[in-house]
């Protein structure tokens, strides 16, 4: 796929990671609408890559809150005539003891995580299918495929959205529209707060820059790949998890009891 000129919604652009993407697909050419909850670091990135020569527009919302997906489909159609690549990569996480999270902070996990990607998703079908023409990447994890300890929810909401994707592929086979999934494995960015970051580094988890899973990403869409795992050993472990989960249980021990420091 050539993505110059190609029409890009990014959700979670002010992340990390959606920084790094938008600044990989402006390199590109692609023409990109970047949805956000902080109006001002959107705003600064949308004017970033506009002196670049992007042709950007940005859309505040909170995918949090309902029909947020609505107002999102409605300005990127109005302002940019239509859509033709969805990537949803906006999400929250959390290191923490299971029974220390809050009703409402699980609620707000699985919403932002897995129903407001769905419901964007079920926003802009319609479009692709009428046109034969579109692709959707769902930004997941490693964790979308191997449960880790105190990650239990993020865990559940990556699962699930694996899930949909590869149900979503399925049925739109014979179509030109493409589903492609992403599982990258710990990255440095702000969503992964101090004692996350030190537990990654006493247990030997290697963590990627956001430039480099952007460029991956990237490399994904240009050669509309369904499924891609980023870094080593992870993927090989989420791997073995489908095929013998009570070993990579058992192999989890010694990291279980040192992740109990840092909560």
Not at 66 to 71: K, L, P, R, T, Y
Not at 125 to 141: L, P, R, T, Y
Request: glycine share 8%; with cysteine.
């Amino acid at each position: 796929m050539n993505l110059k000129g190609k029409r890009v919604l990014l959700t979670g652009a002010t992340g990390g990671l959606g920084q790094a993407l938008a600044t990989e697909l402006a390199k590109k050419g692609a023409q990109l609408a970047l949805v956000g909850r902080d109006e001002a670091r959107l705003n600064y990135l949308k004017n970033v890559l506009a002196k670049t020569g992007s042709s950007v527009i940005s859309i505040t919302a909170d995918l949090s809150e309902d029909e947020a997906n609505i107002h999102i489909a409605e300005a990127a159609k109005q302002q940019m005539g239509g859509i033709d690549i969805l990537i949803n990569n906006a999400g929250v996480l959390d290191f923490t003891k299971f029974e220390q999270q809050s009703d409402a902070r699980i609620a707000q996990m699985i919403h932002t995580n897995v129903t407001a990607p769905i419901q964007l998703t079920h926003a802009m079908i319609d479009d692709f299918i009428a046109k034969n023409q579109g692709h959707i990447v769902f930004v997941g994890s490693i964790f979308g495929s191997l449960g880790f300890p105190h990650f239990a929810t993020y865990c559940a909401s990556k699962y699930a959205i694996h899930g949909f994707s590869q149900s979503l592929r399925r049925e739109l086979l014979g179509s030109n529209v493409g589903v492609t999934y992403i599982a990258p494995r710990g990255i440095k960015t702000a969503m992964n707060d101090a004692r996350t970051v030190a537990m990654w580094e006493k247990t030997g988890s290697q963590m990627d820059d956001p430039q480099t899973v952007a460029k991956r990403i990237i490399q994904a869409l240009e050669k509309e790949q369904q499924e891609v795992f980023i870094g080593q050993p992870q993927a090989f472990f989420a791997w073995l998890n489908g095929v013998c989960p009570a070993l990579v249980s058992n192999g989890l021990k010694k990291t279980t009891l040192i992740a109990r420091q840092f909560l």
